[in-house]
């Protein structure tokens, strides 16, 4: 096994190429209420985004990877890894899988994944990931990954209808299993 793969799926850099399913991603407004987007980004943006990606992640301190069904060599989802901070040795890190591919354990794998390249490879002490308290499916994902749910944040996103809690999960390194 590689470090950036398992028998199922594959990690790998954005490549000019994605650009079209990049856009689709990032610009799904669906998605937008779990992140910080609040705005559409162009194809311009997006292609200045992919070809500064190759830089590298302690100076940028994000990286995001393509995950990769290795069986077809279908792009399904994209991992963000981001809020780098090493002086802290801890990162965020958030996941989206494509709504045609969900539900087939691979943001477990994903998650799997990108723990051993992280606290294994990276030698990072911690990842933590904050979901919105009415996402049952992430939750229950993260604590099957061996995420612990440590604190609430109260109000921390705006809603259509308010505001809504948001929890905290985190995996230290000594508490990871690989």
Sequence with gaps: MKLLDNEILK???LEPED?????????DSAYWKQGQTIAPYSRYALKQYIAAAQSDIYETKELKLVIVRICDNQAIGIVDIFNIDHYHSRLEFGILIDPKYKRKGYAIQTIEIVSRYVLDFLHIHQMYCRVSENNEASCLMLEKSGFVRTCVLKDWLRTESGFENVV???????????
Excluded: G, K, P, T
């Excluded at 650009?19 to 610009?27: Q, R, V």
């Design 11 to 13: 990690l790998r850099a």
């Design 19 to 27: 650009i079209d399913m990049f856009s689709l991603w990032e610009n």
């Design 168 to 178: 905290m999960y985190q995996l230290i390194a000594h508490n990871y299993v690989d």
